[in-house]
């Protein structure tokens, strides 16, 4: 993995963002904001599932003046994570009306193309812009290929060689509009370390592209996220392939996953792929990782897919209690391999490993902890045995927290 890419570090409610701190998980509601109820609920639900910040829809009067009693009954059942207004089109006339809310809010977000149009842009933004210099607040200017202005692409084909595919005269207006934002933003009064830029598309490649180039042209913090990625499993790999490439490469600063989910409330999907995106990269542990084959046929017996199973479920079901009593327990390695061929190697591997007997092995399965042999498994006790020594180990292992 490269080293991480040098950013300013801006501070969102007191979580920072930046090259100096650890890549963050973002979301966003779907409820309508003005039920202020439902967001909350949706919100809570979000956080509990490891989103670090929330975005939520601020697009009228009705749900500005919600914000207030959304951020009022999170405080009252203890939920204190940043909350950031997404706005378009209306961004300057709501935060001007409703500055409890301009407050109350942790970050703006502002779309470029949709400020306003040519004749408009410079006093909208400018307005918006001072409003959150009044009130100390950090913006993200996020680009979509979507929605980028009129004027701006007009601009951008005028300016562009004749070489140039449309393809790339879309990016390119894209990554100038957001950087020519920020750059007008910092003249208006704005500090650097008050910026978040992102430009999102929906190509993997493009997005690739995109964010290697505005990459190399600043040090603002960098959000990430395919926009529009669609439903199932297509957009999961397509979100997590774009964002591995990036985080690989030391690009992103804060993620997020935005997946079409299943029916209407149920968002924290994206933020456990979110987890697992930043843990398969060893960017941080959320959980316990379980090493386990494929299978093939050596391994026809279900026992080692159950064991498997059983041994993956026991620590979703552990983990809060685990955290809750043993510092750093979600950097454990565990493995459960299927027989001879790759079994014991793998389990030497891992903090602790159990290697299974295959289709016509010895009905015996070898434990190894930390790279040495403890003990042999036998009989129809296996699961709970090995169970046991897992919890065993945490216990003797792992710091107890206070």
Known sequence: MNKRRETYNVDVGGIIIGSSNPVRIQSMTNTLTENSVDTAEQIKALYDSGSELVRVTVNNEDSAKSIINIKDLLIKSNYTLPIIGDFHYNAHILLSKYSETAVILDKYRLNPGNVGSASKYDDNFSKIIEIAIKNDKPIRIGGNWGSLSKEYLEKTIVDGEKTDNYEDIIKKGLIDSVLNSAVHAEKL?????????????????????????????????????????????????????????????????????????????????????????????????????????????????????????????????????????????????????????????????????????????????????????????????????????????????????N
């Not at 910026?195 to 040090?219: E, F, G, N, P, R």
């Not at 050596?298 to 479920?313: C, K």
């Open 189 to 401: 009064g704005l500090p650097a370390n008050k910026i978040i830029l992102s430009c999102k598309v929906s190509s993997v490649s493009q997005l690739v592209d995109v964010y290697q180039d505005i990459a190399s042209k600043c040090k603002y913090p960098l959000h990430l996220g395919l926009t529009e990625a669609g439903m199932g499993d297509e957009a999961m790999v397509s979100s997590v392939s774009a964002l591995s490439i990036l985080l690989n490469q030391g690009i992103g600063d804060t993620i997020r996953v935005s997946l079409t989910p299943d029916k209407m409330g149920v968002r924290t999907k994206e933020v456990e792929v979110c987890k697992n995106i930043l843990s398969s990269l060893g960017l941080k542990q959320y959980k316990p990782k379980v090493v386990s084959c494929p299978g093939c046929g050596r391994t026809s017996s279900n026992y080692f897919i159950d064991l498997t199973r059983d041994i993956n479920n026991h620590i979703n079901n552990s983990m809060i209690e685990w955290k809750s009593k043993y510092i750093g327990v979600e950097n454990i390695n565990i493995a459960v391999m299927g027989c001879i061929v790759n079994g014991p190697g793998e389990s030497k591997h891992a903090n602790i490993g159990i290697s299974l007997p295959g289709t016509n092995e010895s009905p015996s399965a070898p434990v190894f902890i930390d790279g040495k042999k403890f003990t042999t498994l036998k009989g129809e006790t296996i699961k709970d045995d090995f169970i046991a020594l897992i919890e065993q180990y945490i216990s003797t292992n792992y710091e107890k927290a």
